[in-house]
């Protein structure tokens, strides 16, 4: 035996502790600070992780350049769809930031499958720690990587050629934020069930390309045939972009007519920013609740 | 050992998987401070008992405590009370150890001036204090095995279960494996819950449940399993073995086993047989051993198996692997 002479009044005083038994005081680790632990150490291994983050932040930023200046002509002053002295890739613009936070919140949810895969999620699951605080503290972390990479789209801003203004970017990241945690438990929710990585990757493509192309992030929702206008009112990424754009641009002067082409409209009504909000919110919630019975869940 | 109560109580206990019933009604008591084995082939549910103790599985009926605290009902209890160590590694592979131990302390609510102490003692017992710093990733299997125990037990658990803890190591490290938790049990009087493939480990276990087909079908410390077998083991080689097994049944009316050169005779008493059986034979005896039975024997007789056909090589691991998969896909 190594060391079993040497012993210190720590190890004399846990004695007495064991012996104690049953009745021997256990700290409850507190909520939050279990959403914390969760959320540290994903944030801990994506610092480490350098080429994920760039990873997440390559297809956005071709997505701006490609479609962007390529589109800019078409869409442009006179197209009819937006005003004068206003460009396609202005408008674009939150849109892609948007398109930055989606990928970057579902995929951050690859790191419970990945956990799964190397055993590390079986570290958190007999943790003393509720599950709906690992709910909680993963979509928390996969929201912040998110924000990270949607602050950084922020710096094409001026080449784009988008006014910022301090409260319109505030009020962006709020709305923002929320789209990050409720994507993130979405991400959660499905990536819980999943018992591979090739199995989330497929299942993740088949539902963000859609949810992404029809949200109204890359083109204005005006104009569209029926059935497509049909189907991007169901995508429930729609009601997070659309609020994104109008803060953006609503706090540095643009003209009225460029924000309106940002909404969302039913027939002639168009939605207010806080029913918008209250929409993404209610579906945040519920998939972060369902997160959280995937995590329950025992065999 | 002074026997202070039991720290898991199991009464019972039943797992069906779908049609598949894993553990079929076991009972079962585990002394505080004893170091408990659990033996079985595999597939005989040690894992999923072992599973439904550490809260990570539900049972199907019975009941099972630990620690005072009812598995089913009170599971975050449990779990701040356990430590686990499981068959394959749960380390954070991108993290340090001791930014692994640090996740560790943080969630089971290690007190804040008492965790970098705590870390640095754990390491230090598993001999990891130079390697503390570095990315787990880079660690060999027995060093991942040895901070797996160092965090198991950083929180001062009640009970540190352990699955299979030495499986694929090497000898030498095996036996570090065992220094380690002896000292633990010595020094702060966890209870150990492990399970196990090799007969060695088994003998030094305070108690073994030798678990087959969902039932125990033995328990006690390894002295009486092998008192139960009642009587001795007497190997002897011959000149001719064929003709010395005929005759030993003839005339002596004992049963024969013939094993690699080998015959093997169970008998109630090994020093008396010997005498008889020297006049008995008229072919010439080589060699004569007289043993006590060993587990192995005790295993085989029990299970109709030896347990060295269990033990986990690459292809046993692989096996087990598409038998979880398997499993898991049933959930």
Request: overall charge neutral.
């Amino acid at each position: 035996m190594t060391n079993a002479t040497a012993s210190s009044p720590v190890v004399e005083q846990e004695a007495s502790a064991a012996a104690l038994g049953s009745t021997g005081i256990r700290v409850r680790v507190p909520f939050w600070q279990s959403v914390f632990i969760i959320w540290y150490r994903d944030i801990l291994r994506f610092t480490r992780d350098r080429a994920r983050l760039i990873g997440s932040l390559a297809q956005p930023i071709l997505f701006l350049v490609v479609f962007g200046v390529g589109l800019s002509s078409a869409f442009g002053a006179g197209s009819g769809v937006l005003p004068p002295h206003t460009t396609y890739l202005e408008f674009m613009f939150p849109g892609v930031i948007g398109m930055t936070v989606l990928m970057t919140s579902i995929f951050s949810a690859m790191q419970i499958v990945w956990d799964r895969e190397f055993g590390f999620l079986r570290e958190i699951l007999v943790a003393p720690i509720d599950r709906s605080a690992v709910a909680v503290g993963k979509a928390l972390s996969g929201a912040s990587q998110a924000m990270i990479g949607g602050i950084i789209m922020l710096i094409f801003a001026p080449i784009v050629g988008v006014r910022l203004s301090v409260l319109g970017v505030l009020e962006m990241l709020a709305l923002l934020l929320l789209l990050a945690v409720s994507l993130s438990a979405f991400g959660i929710a499905i990536a819980s069930r999943m018992k591979s990585m090739q199995g989330f990757q497929v299942v993740m493509n088949f539902l963000m390309m859609p949810m992404l192309f029809l949200s109204g992030a890359l083109f204005p929702l005006k104009g569209l045939p029926t059935w497509m206008a049909v189907l991007t009112r169901f995508d429930p990424v729609t009601y997070a972009i659309a609020p994104v754009r109008v803060s953006l641009f609503s706090n540095s002067g643009y003209p009225a007519p460029f924000i309106n082409a940002a909404q969302v409209t039913i027939g002639s009504y168009t939605l207010p920013l806080l029913l918008d909000v209250g929409i993404v919110a209610v579906i945040g919630v519920t998939v972060l609740g369902l997160a959280i019975a995937q995590l329950r869940k025992r065999d | 050992m002074a026997d202070q109560g039991d720290v898991i109580t199991v009464r019972g206990l039943v797992k069906r998987y779908g049609p598949v019933e894993a553990v079929r009604g076991i009972d079962l008591d585990v002394h505080r401070g004893e170091i408990f084995g659990f033996l079985g082939p595999n597939g005989a549910g040690k894992s999923t008992t072992i599973s439904i103790l550490c809260t990570l599985v539900d049972k199907t009926a019975g009941s099972a405590t630990v620690a005072g605290w009812d598995v089913a009902r009170h599971p975050q209890e449990v779990r701040s009370r356990i430590g686990l160590v499981f068959q394959d590694p749960s380390l954070d592979n991108q993290l340090t150890a001791r930014q692994n131990l640090y996740f560790h302390a943080l969630a089971y609510g290690v007190p804040r001036h008492q965790r970098s102490e705590r870390i640095r003692a754990a390491l230090e017992m598993v001999g990891l204090e130079d390697r503390a710093d570095v990315q787990v990733i880079t660690y060999s299997g027995g060093m991942k095995r040895r901070l797996e125990i160092a965090r198991g037990v950083l929180h001062h658990p009640e009970v540190l279960f352990l699955d299979e803890p030495t499986i694929g190591l090497d000898p030498q490290t095996r036996a570090t494996v065992w220094d380690h938790l002896r000292e633990i049990r010595a020094q702060t009087g966890t209870t150990i819950f492990m399970t196990t493939h090799y007969m060695e480990e088994a003998e030094w276990c305070d108690r073994i449940a030798v678990i087959d087909h969902g039932r125990i079908v033995a328990l006690g410390t390894p002295d009486e399993l092998k008192d139960q077998m009642g009587g001795d083991v007497v190997v002897v080689t011959t000149s001719d073995n064929q003709r010395a097994a005929e005759q030993i049944t003839s005339r002596m009316g004992a049963a024969v086993t013939s094993d690699d050169g080998t015959l093997r005779v169970d008998v109630p008493n090994g020093p008396e047989f010997v005498p008889q059986l020297v006049r008995a034979l008229d072919v010439e005896v080589k060699t004569v051993t007289v043993r006590r039975p060993s587990l192995d024997d005790v295993f085989l007789k029990l299970t109709g198996r030896a347990i060295r056909d269990e033990e986990v090589d690459s292809a046993g691991a692989l096996h087990r692997a598409m038998a979880q998969r398997w499993q898991g896909g049933r959930r």
